[in-house]
């Protein structure tokens, strides 16, 4: 078994005369924390969203736990990507839509808090578990399953006990405060059982405190529920704190990956940052 759960190879995103992602290969090891950075508008959300099914690539595949979830190699770009040289495995096209790839085992959150705000906390995380389950349309319709249906109830205040949130349980969604109204997206993103949990700048908009707070709580969650993190961040702190793995896009490219100490001191993306040289 590889110990790899997700990789892209040569993912291209085009947007008209944008590429916003530039032959992307980054590979996800298991149980660890991978974090994906660089300067606003590096490319960083649309891959994202290619790995999660939301855009198809314009070129590259994308595998997740040994299954090719995303591909397209338009034959023309094949030529160019590789001089003529590549022969045919890429010559198909793959595509899966978001909710398949959930149930493969990918969650994700995003960087705009996405609750139902009228909603409560217990409510929010009930509805992501429902949505991860194939319920029949007649036992959805008439709700003759009641067993699975308080199941679930229970599963879903044991996930809230799990992230620190059951004791806002019948709180509407848009009364918790920021970090909290974060960790109820996680929560959601958990509902659906993942292997592996995409971040988008979960850290946005919270202070030092929040943000050290969540530090600890991707920390925790990664090792209790057994996952494989990958996130956007420009919470540099959290990022350096909590990765393993760092990838530095600009432009769409990749200018850097390492340790948070082979990246925190490469030339490229101190450049990249600061617009300046290091010197
Ligand atoms: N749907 C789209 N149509 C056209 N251009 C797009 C689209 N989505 C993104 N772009 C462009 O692609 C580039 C990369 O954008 P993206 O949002 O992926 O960057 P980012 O690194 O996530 O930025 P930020 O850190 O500000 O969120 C930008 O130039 C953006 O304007």
């Known amino acids: 078994m590889s110990d790899i759960l997700l990789k892209t190879e040569h993912i291209t995103m085009q947007f008209g005369g944008v590429v916003a992602v530039d032959d992307l290969n980054i590979e996800i090891p298991k149980d660890k924390i991978t974090a994906l950075i660089g300067p606003n508008g590096a490319g960083k959300t649309t891959a994202f969203n290619v790995i999660t099914g939301g ?8 595998t997740f736990d040994g299954m090719v979830i995303g591909e397209n190699y338009p ?25 398949k790839i959930t ?20 409510e929010n995380v009930l509805i992501a578990k429902h949505c991860h389950i194939k319920a029949g349309l007649f036992s959805s319709t008439f709700r003759l399953n009641r067993e699975e249906e308080l199941r679930m109830h229970q599963d879903t205040e044991a996930l809230l006990e799990r992230v620190g949130l059951l004791g806002s349980r019948d ?17 959601r993103a958990l509902a659906t059982g993942p292997k592996l949990l ?14 050290e707070e969540l530090s600890l709580f991707i920390k925790e969650i990664k090792d209790s529920f057994k996952l494989t993190v990958f996130l956007i961040e420009h919470h540099m702190n959290l990022v350096m704190d909590i990765s393993d793995t760092i990838y530095v896009l600009d432009y769409g490219k990749t200018i850097a990956q390492g340790t948070p100490a082979e990246v925190q001191n490469n030339p490229a993306v101190i450049r990249a940052y600061l617009g300046v040289d290091e010197a």
């Open 198 to 211: 995409l971040l988008d700048e979960p850290a946005a908009g919270m202070n030092p405190k929040e943000t």
């Open 171 to 187: 709180e509407k969604s848009s009364s918790l405060p920021y970090g909290k109204q974060r960790r109820l997206e996680i929560a």
């Open 103 to 122: 149930r493969l085992g990918m969650a994700r959150t995003f960087q705009n808090i996405r609750l139902f705000k009228d909603l409560t906390v217990f």
């Open 75 to 99: 034959r023309s770009k094949m030529k160019k990507i590789y001089n003529g040289t590549y022969k045919t495995p890429f010559e198909k096209q793959v595509v899966n839509t978001p909710d």
């Open 55 to 62: 855009y198809q690539p314009s070129n590259g595949r994308v």
